[in-house]
């Protein structure tokens, strides 16, 4: 099992900056790529960004190009998500979650460990 913990959400104004981080503890966080995905109410979940084990290749989706950036510490069992020049449309739960399968799409299935989720809100 490995349990994953995000931290770092909360309340900013538009055009401000939140640095989430997810922490994988259990067992061997190694092999994984790592997804933030957020979702707002009644909406579908959404893929933001990706990041494969060797944090080599990295994906992210349109609407986060240019403003958020995923990073990760293998040393620390940490996943980052750096967003900058937060937008009110960006208000969501966000989550983090591993999969054995890096890949810029989001399927249901996809995923072996979630986390549960932080709340991120931009003010406009």
């Known amino acids: 099992q490995v349990q994953l913990v995000e931290s770092g959400g909360g309340l900013v104004q538009a055009g401000g900056s939140l640095r989430l981080s997810c922490a994988a503890s259990g067992r061997t966080f190694s092999g994984y790529a790592m997804d933030w995905l957020r979702q707002v109410p009644g909406k579908e979940r959404e893929l933001v960004a990706a990041?494969?084990?060797?944090?080599?290749?990295?994906y992210y989706a349109d609407f986060v190009k240019g403003r958020f950036t995923i990073s990760r510490d293998n040393a620390k069992n940490t996943v980052y998500l750096q967003m900058n020049s937060l937008k009110p449309e960006d208000t969501a739960v966000y989550y983090c979650?591993?999969?054995?399968?890096?890949?810029?799409?989001?399927?249901?299935?996809?995923?072996?460990?979630w986390g549960q989720g932080t709340q991120v809100t931009v003010s406009s």
């Open positions: 990041i494969r084990w060797s944090g080599g290749s990295t």
């Open positions: 979650a591993a999969s054995q399968a890096y890949s810029g799409r989001y399927y249901p299935d996809k995923y072996d460990y």
